[in-house]
T-cell receptor, first 114, second 112 residues
Framework: NAGVTQTPKFQVLKTGQSMTLQCAQD?????MSWYRQDPGMGLRLIHY???????DQGEVPNGYNVSRSTTEDFPLRLLSAAPSQTSVYFC?????????????FGDGTRLSIL | RKEVEQDPGPFNVPEGATVAFNCTYS??????FFWYRQDCRKEPKLLMS???SGNEDGRFTAQLNRASQYISLLIRDSKLSDSATYLC?????????????FGIGTKLQVIP
């Protein structure tokens, strides 16, 4: 019963490096989202997807790319890491349909950019 | 004005006390509402949905007031293990898709 799986759990990068945060869900959920959480800021939406092949920007998309080639996977790419991207990143998924579907979260990736 | 607003707290309450949090939302088209619990920078976990008629789950009661556009969470007989941040979540449809908005969270500290 995996739910939403994020890897890695922790990562330290140098400024300018690129990396991909992985997210996979096994619940056949159409909706998937990436959030970042910073102290005093709450959860902020980076990118989201409503199904395979469809992605869109959230509140804070700059510096990040996503793709959704399968229903299960929704990777988040940092193209050129910056210290401002130091944060905790959460992936979430939910069923499509009416608006009363709660989000299910992965256990997060703690990312530090030096 | 933020779409979802919560008092960040912290609320420091003694064990056994009753505590209530409110969360206001600005968009009257909001359709569904949830409370999540988040422990110490771990992932948010669904605590309960909030229904128009109000709903209860053990020591927790959630209520919705559409006229005044707020939801509330009441915790009775607080336990040390209730210490966490409680996130208010509001969903609505926008452009054919589900739009999810999180509040900043209210921190609760239950004191022995």
């Amino acid at each position: 019963n995996a739910g939403v799986t994020q890897t890695p759990k922790f990562q330290v990068l140098k400024t300018g490096q690129s990396m991909t945060l992985q997210c996979a869900q096994d619940m056949n959920h159409e909706y998937m989202s990436w959030y970042r959480q910073d102290p005093g800021m709450g959860l902020r939406l980076i990118h989201y997807s409503v199904g395979a092949g469809i992605t869109d920007q959230g509140e804070v998309p700059n510096g990040y790319n996503v793709s959704r080639s399968t229903t299960e996977d929704f990777p988040l790419r940092l193209l050129s890491a910056a210290p401002s991207q130091t944060s905790v990143y959460f992936c979430a998924s939910s069923q499509r349909g009416s608006s009363n579907q709660p989000q299910h979260f992965g256990d997060g990736t703690r990312l530090s950019i030096l | 004005r933020k779409e979802v607003e919560q008092d960040p707290g912290p609320f420091n309450v003694p064990e056994g006390a009753t505590v209530a949090f409110n969360c206001t939302y600005s968009n009257s088209a909001s359709q569904s509402f949830f409370w999540y619990r988040q422990d110490c920078r771990k992932e948010p976990k669904l605590l309960m949905s909030v229904y128009s008629s109000g709903n209860e789950d053990g020591r927790f009661t959630a209520q919705l007031n559409r006229a005044s556009q707020y939801i509330s969470l009441l915790i009775r007989d607080s336990k040390l293990s209730d210490s966490a941040t409680y996130l208010c979540v509001v969903n609505r449809y926008s452009g054919g898709y589900q739009k999810v908005t999180f509040g900043i969270g209210t921190k609760l500290q239950v004191i022995p």
